[in-house]
């Protein structure tokens, strides 16, 4: 068996094992403060680069490249240079957790910018949290989730799914709704939060829900398209609100057609659909249908033409298309940027106090700001697919709309909120018995810390 | 006497004893055997110089062995302990499972629902009882399969029997009506396959595709501490151990020789009178709980089980480690998982793209160039200095 | 929507019935009155939808002759304004330059870059209006094409005000599939009004519009009606439960039919040969990628791409496996499972090779405009082209493969070598050769299954991977080595698949159809058609 040997700088402590897990972060801090030299700064990138996931993910790694170029070029940060430290998780969730310690323990990186799919995001927290990283995260996602040591840079379900939810009825007359998604956590708990939505602020009956869960990749639509004409043909104006993932999109949108589904008659609006997948799908039979994000490539603005062109000149690639990923990390890393020259540092703990309150110019003409919540405020947009693979924007929120960690729509979290500001300094408070969590945790830490 | 034989069961006396072994506890025999020794000797050398170089050398020394590369050494080990139980019932039995990683992932998912329940009311919720998922997922109460995991012993006892359960239920069912060779293996395939789909349902209860995540703490010690993990990886090590010597027992014991017969000619076999199928499905019933094994020890120290541990991908990846390592050994079992994952670590970080080439590069030319795999040319040059030294026997088809 | 439709209507009949006929004709005499018309286009240049849908009303009220192509292009997005004010038509809008026209003259005014032009932007709303805009003024055409959809949009929409001039075209309309769509148009608007006339005329139509309108007077004061209403409902949801029986035994067999196309090659490679070739999928995979390059090669051709695919896929398919043949497959002679690890490397390999070379994301093929749509049997049926295509080729591919095995000098010799290896080389037929080209025909069946999947799924490194379990089960439930069971157990496995699906949902009736396999398995283990004979064993 081959040994390695590495030299590592951080702790090491044989205490208490609870008090492990609380003083960590300290230590950790401590270690990298003293750290301070003109050695580049390092900024781990943590995306599929194989595997299925690489089809996402490879360009948030080369975006997240193309930032980091232009920030060097640009004099660096702290007048240190910036370093890419790119690591390949394979698109295997394990391998995203073991990465994640490689990046932190290993390369002592400042910063990730990764992940794409929740679980990935879910393998990761844990060792984040315990060896205090930092984690941009890029991608729309459920929500219920905020933890000191990740930002999220890209949509909550109330920046996304219920403004879409009320462009179609109030502004299309939508009275009837599919809600057809691929089985996992994110279109689970998006339904889940739409379903409560629709039903309380709207009125809408059961019977006018129809809700319908495919496995990832799936092929055959026939079945499932026929239904959903069937439920259109009530009478009732009717829209699919689609969560389904990647790959079961092409296959999808295809059947629509074919089956003679037209926008004008049921619109499908998609939260995962953007211009990267409509590459590799004929977007002419499918003009009409909508998406909502909070970025189109096709935002008429003069910092998203640079940055198309940029895009276009990094890559070599004339047909290069741009998406809300990529606008997120683009806004997370000038956030972080700026929060280091706020903090003077980057250490972690003083970039995460320094960065609530950031407010950095988004792709769209306006700005983002980073909320205590760890969420960033963001535009929604809705887009109808045109037939050269781009959006036309139709509709969009007057004003940048803040992102909400935990939903109002769901049982179990409509009394929690997250602040990460001093003193509160908690993801899941509970506003009813005014603790962290209403659980346990916050004694046991001290209990812990007394020993 | 037709009668007398058909109704022998697996562990019964030896009857086929041309070459009886010891009358010795058949447990105690592989210590006997120089590969056996040989093979501990180094496993425990290894677990001894990693626990040594991780606690008592400083952490500035260059010989430091942090608690990242522990922790690595831990899931590799936990993978030996899959390819070992796979090349029990490939090398020793004939049959290509390509569907061991159900078994593996299913004791991963047992240890998960422990450990689930081990986090208790500190979840983001704050739930007493329910594990955050199936809060947002508005479930009311616990599964009642579900129920128990709390327990220790119960988890534990739940994370050999059920894999154990599934493959008795399988190889009854296959083994009865001699589903052989190729159909075994694709039915196999299925199998595992239809439980990946299962398990991403989130109706199933068990995380849908996020899996079980966010572990805690493990019998009351932090799994968020260095000093678990390198109690979880020397556990793995000793686990390792244990299963080795119960499997070279198995298959260097009488029962061992019928299952190599039948591998070799099962139709032979089943003329002189043995009830192949009895034997096949006690082989594959130990491999299977081997598996699950190799699954518990896998999940805590990698923090997550999902269903892409069922891919059929994944199995197929076990059954080259075994491959590349070298069939019907066992040691060579270890050597290839821990080869072809060591390789793994280095290639995706290094050059994540030639990943892929390579690991199928591998696949091509060691069926072609290394048939015996590595433990094949190790035995090669062994056999080359001691000339005349007719120690082993295995055959490979 | 009703009101706008009889808006413009009465708009049409202000005008007179023959504006459009004779718009077109005096097209060319009449000078434009541009000014006008500039202002009739100004007014759709607003950020509010509904001014737009008011200039939209505007234009069609307008006796301009042009209306209808300004209505078409809007609708189609491509009528642009340029940031010097001027309206023009965008003819081709992919890459960064597009060729455009002016809007009032027609003339082509070259190339502008997407950064000058700001397209007149319309969301569902406006594009439903437009329809039915082009589809009033559609009415009148001359175009019996334009008139039938025309009619077909109206089903549902007619209002009060519109019954009595459409009654008066119905007298005037010479196509019969017009007549009866305009008459069934008002026998729903009596329906809905609870009038006795109404109910009977839509008596067994199945038109969704048609049902809408009889629940609606099934629910109405009158009593009698109400009965009638009731009566014509039963009769229709009897007639549309035999039509949605027939859709999903279509559904099945079109899925069926995917799932032959996948196996078949597997069948020969597998039942024949004995070689379990995990690259399977990625032969296929191949296949579709070379529609793709077709398509790339003949731009603007996508049907004729199509078709030259065929060839192609199957040659470059074969050609690939041919060369895993002589490279690795040669090597492992009688070692079936050793053929499974090998082909799987090769099959990474292969992914990878595409993931690199090419591109890791999916790239677009286009359906072309054969392929597009569905065939319409009856209001309440109707079943897809593309998939009755690959219905059909799937039983092409498995009559010719047949005829390879049954009727020509190499299907005897692969048979003979499949039987008895020995004897036939003894006899003088050369095994080799004959390895080599039965794995190059499987191979190149592949291919043909994936330039047919290409129309329907995403063509991506990861295609094959998604069929390749699906094919070994087919080929081990139909039974290996014989042709005939793979193509009833890829028909019969689609068809439960998608009888289950309605009630067990997609992931559960595939959980089920697994296991069903692994039973059957238990039961005959040799599958469907168990080969018979010595070639049997082993």
Known sequence: ?451 | MMTQVLSKSPLSKPSLSRSSPSSQFWLARPFGERATQIFLGVLLAALLLVTVLHTVVPQGSPLHVNAYTVNLFGKYLSYALLAVAVDLVWGYLGILSLGHGAFFAIGGYAMGMYLMRQIGDRGTYGHPELPDFMVFLSWDSLPWYWQGFDMAWFAFAMVLLAPGLLALVFGFLAFRSRVTGVYLSIITQALTFALMLAFFRNEMSFGGNNGLTDFREILGFNLRSNDTRLGLFLATGVALALSYILCRAIVSSKLGRVCVATRDAEARTRFIGYRVERFQLFVFVVSAMIAGLAGALYVPQVGIINPSEFSPLFSIEIVLWVALGGRATLYGAVIGAILVNYAKTIFTGVMPDAWLFALGAMFVLVTIFLPKGVAGLLRKRRRAATSDNAGTQEAIV | MRRFLSLALLCCLLLGFTLTAQAQTEAATSPPNDTAALALLDALDVDSYRDKGEAITAILQSDDERARDWLQALLDGRLQRADDGQFVVVLDNSGREWPVADALTNEPLGEMSRRDLNRVGINNALRNQLRSAIAVVDLYSPNLERRRTSAARLLGEVDSELVEPINELILEEDDSQVRTRLSQAVAIYHAEQGEMAGVEALTGSLHPRARVALSRAANGDDPVVADAARAALVSVEQNLKINRGIETLYFGLSLGSVLVLAAIGLAITFGVMGVINMAHGELMMLGAYTTWMMQQLLPGQPGLALVLSIPAGFLVAALVGVAIERSVIQFLKGRPLETLLATFGISLILQQLVRTGISPLNRTVITPEWMSGSLVINDALSLTINRMVVLAFALVVFAGLMLIMRRTRLGLEVRAVTQNRAMARSMGIRATRVDILTFALGSGVAGLAGVALSQLTNVGPNLGQNYIIDSFMVVVFGGVGNLWGTLVAGLSLGVINQVLEPWAGAVLAKIIVLVFIILFIQKRPRGLFPQKGRAAEG
């Open chain 1, 1 to 451: 068996m081959a040994i390695q040997h590495h030299h590592v700088l951080s702790r090491r402590f044989i205490t208490s094992v609870l008090a492990a897990a609380v003083m960590g972060a300290s230590a950790q801090a401590i270690a990298q403060s003293a750290d301070q030299s003109d050695d580049p700064i390092k900024v781990g990138i943590l995306h599929s680069l194989s595997g299925t996931m690489a089809i996402s993910e490879t360009v948030l790694k080369d975006t997240v490249e193309m930032l980091i170029e232009q920030q060097n070029d640009a004099g660096g940060l702290l007048g240190r240079q910036l370093e890419a430290v790119v690591v390949d998780p394979a698109s295997n969730w394990p391998l995203f957790a073991e990465r994640a310690r490689e990046l932190l323990a290993q390369e002592e990186v400042d910063v990730i910018f990764g992940n794409w799919t929740s679980v990935s995001r879910k393998a990761v927290l844990p060792v984040v949290e315990e060896l205090n990283g930092l984690l941009f995260y890029p991608v729309q996602y459920e929500g219920e989730e905020s933890s000191g040591n990740v930002f999220y840079t890209g949509a909550a379900p109330n920046q996304q799914a219920i403004p879409a939810v009320e462009y179609l009825i109030n502004e299309v007359g939508i009275e009837r709704f599919a809600l057809i998604g691929t089985d996992y956590v994110y279109p689970r708990t998006t339904n889940r939060i739409l379903e409560a939505f629709l039903k309380d602020e709207h009125g809408i009956e059961q019977e006018d829900i129809m809700v319908n869960y495919t496995p990832f990749g799936h092929s055959d639509w026939q079945n499932i398209v026929s239904e959903i004409r069937r439920f259109g043909e009530e009478g009732k104006p009717t829209a699919v609100i689609s969560t389904i993932n990647g790959d079961a999109n092409v296959p999808f949108y295809t059947e629509l057609s074919n089956q003679g589904i037209d926008a004008a008659d049921i619109p499908v609006i998609a939260f995962s659909v953007g211009e990267q997948e409509l590459t590799g799908i004929d977007t002419g039979p499918l003009v009409g249908h909508l998406a909502a994000w909070n970025y189109f490539m096709s935002v008429d603005s003069d910092d998203n033409y640079d940055f198309i062109d940029a895009w276009i000149d990094y890559t070599g690639d004339e047909e290069a298309v741009t998406n809300d990923p990529m606008e997120a990390h683009y806004i997370g890393f000038n956030m972080w940027a700026e929060a280091v020259r706020k903090a003077g540092t980057t250490d972690v703990d003083s970039v995460k106090d320094a960065i609530i309150g950031v407010t950095v110019p988004n792709l769209s003409g306006g700005y983002a700001a980073m909320m205590p919540n760890h969420h960033i405020t963001k535009p929604v947009l809705i887009g109808e697919i045109q037939d050269n693979g781009q959006f036309d924007i139709v509709w969009q929120t007057p004003s940048t709309v803040a992102g909400d960690a935990w939903s109002d729509y769901l049982p179990g979290s409509r009394d929690l909120i997250a602040d990460w500001r001093k003193p509160m300094e908690c993801g899941n408070f509970n506003v009813v018995n005014g603790s962290c969590g209403g659980s346990t945790a916050a004694e046991e830490a001290e209990a812990a810390l007394a020993e």
